[in-house]
């Protein structure tokens, strides 16, 4: 097996909660607790979860927009919590995040061509004169046009203005690039045309994906291999055929029945989750699905599941699969 | 008749030349030309600022001259806003004052800014001890009252005997001085906001260097905000210079500023029988800084919509 691109062992975030006049830490949300991960060079790697279960923050915090509170990233073999800023930001280019929300993501003061561009002067990737060439090529492979190189961010819709998004780490050649739910703030004719692009770069590049989403449908389109995540902890990872097929966790059961179907006759069988997703602060003992799933039994409540190999890739985090 | 075929108009015309890009600055100009109230605020400026600075060209009096014979006449023909005690023209005098008056504005208004964008904007920008150690100088500077610490700083240059002619200078950077901590309260806050918006987490993504996080991408996101701030500044700039000028602790006589035009009102024969003495630079000191306030709340109309009153 080939040295995985990314690695990520165990990896923590807690936020600390602080209250009071003098700070002091009361607790900590633990929006990330012990996910392990790994995606090879070219593969697509789909995370999903509902609200609140962490994804956003794992993306950030492998990308360390956000610190780590424990565990390991591991890019392409070199740690990237031991490196320092000046290796860190030459590292950069590498890795890109494509954020949710295309509005609040570009600067409405920077033109679409100099946000675009900045980053390869700023790195001295590209000699000054070329970099208006490549902006324009990398405009034109996400689907815009020359003539939007002067435009300012407001002059664009929210499906231009994501493909602005793309271009912007695109043009740096990244290795990898973590999709924060790019295409849930975009209406849904929208959303194909993004997530096609999506699609055709990584054909024509070559490009690594982490696919952050809470829509199965566009993950199942997109993604080579699936983890289902929950409360900041990994349920299920498998490939894509294997976990629409056959998942094992009731978490993942219950997520599948819930995706709409376009044939109304068809019968099936819903699992029907009650209840929110717990506090973060003060996440159940044992099984951290066990408040919500229905087959859950008295083991569940005391015992954490280990995250186990279930043959062939499958890996599931439940004592009854 | 389908719909799919019939391109939107100006699609095509657009994907050759492509319509005019705007920026928000643009479009936030436009939209102040129609503001009328603000506009005519502007034209009153501009008019001060001619007249101020090109004026004096077209006087016969600008020697100022002392002549005994014509003390305190009234205003004629020969001179519309009549003489001073010395027999100097007054119009020539409000005129040269002004420049005086608007160049201390301008240029107390110029420093401050300078020095309150770049300490609130590192501030904002650092954090931590930097921030700590600006702010609490600022937070003292702004403990002190304005006015009183002004009156000390002029006492003071009297006391060590300053030469009249650099004081103006000494005025401008005293009252840029005085004025920079609210100002760079102000830049700070904003920059915290700002820092914390998603197109900078994406900046820190790209890796770009501080430099060109903090002048192409906060800076220009706080510019509006200054500029209203820059033209609010020339006004009360103006109006501390005529206080401290009227005290005779600004800049000095012979150099006129209205400020110290104004101080022929102190004495009561002045006031009651030649009111053409105090009321032409009185009327310029109220003129303009209420065309400067206009102006500026129309500016800040238009540039920063959130900040209405």
């Given at each position: 097996m080939p040295e995985a691109l990314l690695e990520?062992?165990?990896?923590?975030?807690?936020?600390?909660?602080?209250?009071?006049?003098?700070?002091?830490?009361?607790?900590?949300?633990?929006?990330?607790?012990?996910?392990?991960?790994?995606?090879?060079?070219?593969?697509?790697?789909?995370?999903?979860?509902?609200?609140?279960?962490?994804?956003?923050?794992?993306?950030k915090t492998i990308i360390r927009l956000t610190e780590k509170t424990e565990g390991e990233v591991k890019f392409k073999g070199v740690d990237l919590y031991g490196l320092s800023p000046q290796e860190l930001r030459k590292i950069r280019p590498s890795m890109q995040l494509i954020f949710q929300d295309p509005y609040s993501s570009l600067n409405p003061r920077v033109r679409v061509g100099d946000a675009i561009g900045e980053a390869l002067l700023d790195h001295g990737l590209a000699p000054k004169e070329e970099i208006r060439n490549l902006v324009l090529e990398v405009l034109k492979s996400c689907g815009l046009s020359s003539y939007h190189f002067d435009r300012f961010p407001h002059e664009f819709s929210g499906g231009q203005r994501q493909r602005i998004g793309i271009a912007r780490a695109l043009i740096l050649n990244p290795d990898l690039i973590i999709a924060d739910e790019p295409v849930s703030a975009l209406d849904v004719s929208i959303q194909a045309q993004i997530i096609n692009l999506f699609r055709k770069l990584q054909d024509t590049r070559g490009l690594t994906y982490l696919f952050i989403s809470h829509d199965l449908s566009v993950v199942e389109h997109l993604c080579s291999r699936i983890g289902v995540m929950y409360l900041g902890s990994?349920?299920?990872?498998?490939?894509?055929?294997?976990?629409?097929?056959?998942?094992?966790?009731?978490?993942?059961?219950?997520?599948?029945?819930?995706?709409?179907?376009?044939?109304?006759?068809?019968?099936?069988?819903?699992?029907?989750?009650?209840?929110?997703?717990?506090?973060?602060?003060?996440?159940?003992?044992?099984?951290?699905?066990?408040?919500?799933?229905?087959?859950a039994v008295g083991r569940c409540k005391e015992e954490v599941p280990v995250f186990r190999d279930a043959g062939g890739g499958h890996f599931v985090a439940c004592h009854l699969a | 008749m389908s719909l799919n075929s019939t391109p939107l108009p100006g699609t095509i015309g657009s994907k050759i030349t492509g319509p005019k890009s705007s920026s928000l600055f643009g479009q936030s100009m436009r939209r102040l030309l129609k503001n009328k109230l603000a506009i005519s605020g502007l034209v009153v400026v501009i008019i001060m600022f001619l007249a101020c600075f090109v004026g004096p060209f077209f006087s016969p009096?600008?020697?100022?001259?002392?002549?005994?014979?014509?003390?305190?006449?009234?205003?004629?023909?020969?001179?519309?806003?009549?003489?001073?005690?010395?027999?100097?023209?007054?119009?020539?005098?409000?005129?040269?004052?002004?420049?005086?008056?608007?160049?201390?504005?301008?240029?107390?208004?110029?420093?401050?800014?300078?020095i309150g964008a770049l300490l609130g904007a590192i501030a904002g920008y650092y954090r931590g001890i930097v921030d700590q150690v600006i702010m609490r100088i600022a937070d003292l500077l702004l403990t002190i009252p304005g006015l009183p610490l002004l009156f000390i700083f002029g006492a003071l240059l009297s006391d060590w005997k300053i030469p009249t002619e650099y004081r103006m200078y000494i005025v401008m950077f005293m009252l840029g001085f005085v004025n920079w901590p609210g100002l760079a309260r102000m830049v700070r806050g904003q920059m915290l906001s700002l820092r914390e918006r998603e197109f900078m987490q994406a900046a820190v993504v790209l890796g770009l260097r501080d430099r060109r996080k903090l002048f192409n991408h906060l800076l220009p996101n706080i510019v509006p905000l200054l500029i209203v701030i820059a033209t609010l500044n020339i006004g009360g700039s103006i109006l501390s210079e005529s206080v401290l000028s009227f005290f005779g602790l600004g800049v000095m006589p012979p150099t006129p500023t209205w400020g110290n035009m104004i101080d022929a009102a102190n004495n009561l024969i002045d006031f009651q029988e030649h009111p053409w003495l105090w009321i032409p630079p009185g009327f310029s000191i109220f003129a303009t800084v209420i065309a400067i306030n206009i102006f500026g709340d129309g500016l800040r109309d238009v540039l920063d919509p959130k900040q209405k009153r």
């Open positions: 990520v062992n165990h990896l923590k975030k807690y936020f600390p909660i602080q209250k009071g006049l003098l700070n002091r830490t009361v607790g900590h949300v633990k929006a990330v607790d012990g996910i392990s991960l790994s995606i090879q060079k070219g593969e697509t790697f789909g995370l999903v979860g509902e609200s609140g279960s962490g994804k956003s923050t794992v993306g990994m349920m299920e990872t498998a490939s894509r055929d294997e976990l629409f097929k056959n998942p094992l966790h009731p978490y993942t059961k219950a997520l599948l029945s819930a995706v709409p179907i376009p044939i109304p006759k068809l019968k099936r069988e819903r699992i029907v989750l009650k209840g929110d997703i717990p506090n973060p602060a003060d996440p159940p003992a044992g099984c951290k699905f066990h408040t919500r799933c229905p087959f | 009096y600008t020697d100022n001259k002392i002549n005994m014979a014509m003390m305190n006449k009234a205003p004629s023909l020969k001179h519309w806003l009549g003489t001073d005690a010395m027999g100097r023209d007054v119009l020539t005098r409000v005129l040269q004052a002004g420049r005086i008056s608007l160049t201390v504005g301008l240029a107390s208004m110029v420093l401050s800014v300078f």
